[in-house]
């Protein structure tokens, strides 16, 4: 006796191309996401390079200076004479505070010394200079 099947012999598929889709969406979402989690406290330089620069651990305190000579503290305009007592106000008693500074490449070395020198009259604090990554 034969039995007549009325289902074809064809082979059942996946398909996969929406499964790539989301799979694609789901990287577009991650890359994106670790974009926003950088920080970077400075504002943006042209840092010089150096062959043996070293991560220091996160500075409380931030000083920049641009191109054009202008200083800042975490991001806003400060005079270098007011470093000291803005510094020091933020800072509880007996607390160390970590300074590094972000010259740029162009800025005048002798505003560089100059908020260096600054810097150092805060007692605690330890200063550390921005540099990038030499290859």
Same mark, same amino acid.
């Given at each position: 006796?034969?039995? $007549?099947?009325?289902?074809?012999?064809?082979?059942?598929?996946?398909?996969?191309?929406?499964?790539?889709?989301?799979?694609?969406?789901? $990287?577009?979402?991650?890359? %994106?996401?670790?974009?926003?989690? *950088?920080?970077?406290?400075? $504002?943006?330089?042209?840092?010089? +390079?150096? +062959?043996?620069?070293?991560?220091?651990? +996160?500075?409380?305190?931030?000083? *920049?200076?641009?191109?054009?000579? #202008?200083?800042?503290?975490?991001?806003?305009?400060? #005079?270098?004479?007011?470093?000291?007592? *803005?510094?020091?106000?933020?800072?509880?008693?007996?607390?160390?505070? *970590?300074?590094?500074?972000?010259?740029?490449?162009?800025?005048?070395?002798?505003?560089?010394? +100059?908020? %260096?020198?600054?810097?150092?009259?805060?007692?605690?604090?330890?200063?550390?200079?921005?540099?990038?990554?030499?290859?």
């Amino acid at each position: 006796m034969r039995v $007549l099947d009325d289902e074809s012999d064809d082979s059942m598929e996946i398909n996969i191309l929406p499964m790539i889709d989301v799979i694609f969406a789901i $990287l577009a979402f991650f890359i %994106m996401s670790t974009l926003f989690l *950088t920080r970077f406290e400075g $504002l943006p330089v042209n840092l010089p +390079e150096s +062959e043996t620069a070293a991560l220091q651990p +996160e500075a409380k305190f931030t000083i *920049t200076l641009d191109a054009e000579g #202008q200083v800042f503290l975490n991001r806003e305009p400060i #005079q270098v004479a007011a470093l000291k007592n *803005t510094i020091e106000q933020q800072l509880n008693p007996g607390q160390e505070a *970590t300074v590094i500074i972000h010259g740029d490449e162009a800025a005048n070395y002798g505003r560089v010394i +100059e908020i %260096m020198d600054e810097v150092r009259t805060i007692e605690g604090a330890k200063l550390g200079m921005a540099t990038q990554r030499g290859e």
